[in-house]
C-alpha cells in the first residue's frame, strides 16, 4: 500500500501531465476496490451517493469524512474528498474540512461556494472568495502537497450569469488555488427519463482563467457548444416522436 505522501505526490502528477483522467466516484469500500481493480488512476468520493446509500436528502460533514476514511483505505490510489461547503458558512470553519478529509486519508479536496440553502444557494462573491482562501491557507499548512479543488456553481444552481462564474473563477485563481472548477449539469435536471443531470468541468487545472483575454473567450465557446449539442439533441428527439 503507498504512503499518503505518494498517493498525494502521484494526485498531483496526474494534474500536471498533459490531457485529461478520469476520476470515478466510489461510495463506499467495495465500489472502491472494484474501481481500484479495473485500472482507474485515482478516486473521488461522492457526497450525492453517500446520501443515496444513506437514504438521506444530505450528509453530515462528520459522515463525508467517515466515508473518506473508509475508501482511503481500501485503495492504494489517491482519493479526492467531495466536501461540499465545508460543512459550515464560515470560512476558518468550512476550511477545517480540509485538515479532516487529510488525517482521513484524503490526499486532495473540493469546496463550493454552493450553500445547500435553496433559497440563498450561491455564497455572496466576498464571502466564496474568503472562504477559498481560508482552504488554501488550512492546505497549505498540511504535511502533504493536498490538492485543493474550488467549485464555481453558479451554473449547476441555475444562475446562468457567466460573467460572475468567470469571475469567481479567477479569484480563486487569485486565491493561489491550483485547481478551479465551473460545474455545470450534462442534462436538465430532469430529463424525460427522470435522470438527474450529473456535473461536468468546463475548464480546470493550472491553464485556468490566466487572464480576461484567455478565459473568458475560452469559456464561453465551450458553454456555448454545450447548449447547441443540447438543441441538436431536442431536435433530433423531436423528429423521431
Given at each position: 500500500?503507498?504512503?499518503?505522501?505518494?498517493?498525494?505526490?502521484?494526485?498531483?502528477?496526474?494534474h500536471?501531465?498533459?490531457g485529461?483522467f478520469?476520476?470515478?466516484?466510489?461510495?463506499?469500500?467495495?465500489?472502491?476496490?472494484?474501481?481500484?481493480s479495473?485500472?482507474?488512476?485515482?478516486?473521488?468520493?461522492?457526497?450525492?451517493?453517500l446520501?443515496?446509500?444513506?437514504?438521506?436528502?444530505?450528509?453530515?460533514?462528520?459522515?463525508?469524512?467517515?466515508?473518506?476514511?473508509?475508501i482511503a483505505?481500501a485503495?492504494?490510489?489517491?482519493?479526492?474528498?467531495?466536501?461540499?461547503?465545508?460543512?459550515?458558512?464560515?470560512?476558518?470553519?468550512?476550511?477545517?474540512a480540509?485538515?479532516?478529509a487529510?488525517?482521513?486519508?484524503?490526499?486532495?479536496?473540493?469546496?463550493?461556494?454552493?450553500t445547500?440553502?435553496?433559497?440563498?444557494?450561491?455564497?455572496?462573491?466576498?464571502?466564496?472568495v474568503?472562504r477559498?482562501?481560508?482552504a488554501v491557507?488550512?492546505?497549505?499548512?498540511?504535511?502533504?502537497?493536498?490538492?485543493?479543488?474550488?467549485?464555481a456553481?453558479?451554473?449547476?444552481?441555475?444562475?446562468?450569469?457567466?460573467?460572475?462564474?468567470?469571475?469567481?473563477?479567477?479569484?480563486?485563481?487569485g486565491?493561489?488555488?491550483?485547481?478551479?472548477?465551473?460545474?455545470?449539469?450534462?442534462?436538465?435536471?430532469?430529463d424525460?427519463?427522470?435522470?438527474?443531470?450529473?456535473?461536468?468541468?468546463?475548464?480546470?487545472?493550472?491553464?485556468?482563467?490566466?487572464?480576461d483575454?484567455?478565459?473568458?473567450?475560452?469559456i464561453?465557446r465551450?458553454?456555448?457548444?454545450?447548449q447547441?449539442?443540447?438543441?441538436?439533441?431536442?431536435r433530433?428527439?423531436?423528429?423521431?416522436?
Open positions: 500500500m503507498r504512503s499518503q505522501m505518494e498517493k498525494a505526490k502521484l494526485f498531483r502528477a496526474l500536471e501531465r498533459a485529461a478520469i476520476i470515478p466516484n466510489p461510495w463506499d469500500a467495495g465500489t472502491a476496490k472494484l474501481l481500484t479495473i485500472g482507474f488512476e485515482a478516486l473521488a468520493t461522492t457526497s450525492l451517493g446520501a443515496i446509500t444513506l437514504g438521506s436528502p444530505t450528509v453530515s460533514r462528520d459522515a463525508i469524512i467517515e466515508n473518506c476514511r473508509t483505505a485503495t492504494e490510489l489517491p482519493v479526492n474528498a467531495d466536501l461540499e461547503n465545508g460543512g459550515a458558512d464560515e470560512p476558518k470553519a468550512a476550511a477545517e480540509i485538515g479532516l487529510a488525517e482521513a486519508g484524503a490526499v486532495g479536496g473540493s469546496i463550493e461556494d454552493s445547500g440553502d435553496a433559497s440563498r444557494p450561491i455564497y455572496d462573491f466576498a464571502l466564496a474568503e477559498v482562501h481560508a491557507e488550512a492546505a497549505r499548512a498540511l504535511p502533504i502537497p493536498f490538492m485543493l479543488t474550488a467549485r456553481e453558479n451554473l449547476l444552481h441555475g444562475r446562468n450569469d457567466l460573467d460572475d462564474t468567470i469571475r469567481r473563477l479567477q479569484a480563486i485563481r486565491r493561489r488555488c491550483r485547481c478551479a472548477v465551473c460545474a455545470r449539469r450534462s442534462r436538465p435536471r430532469h424525460p427519463d427522470g435522470f438527474v443531470g450529473d456535473q461536468e468541468t468546463v475548464q480546470s487545472g493550472d491553464g485556468l482563467c490566466r487572464s483575454a484567455d478565459a473568458r473567450p475560452a464561453r465551450r458553454c456555448q457548444a454545450h447547441r449539442r443540447r438543441r441538436d439533441v431536442a433530433c428527439a423531436g423528429g423521431l416522436s
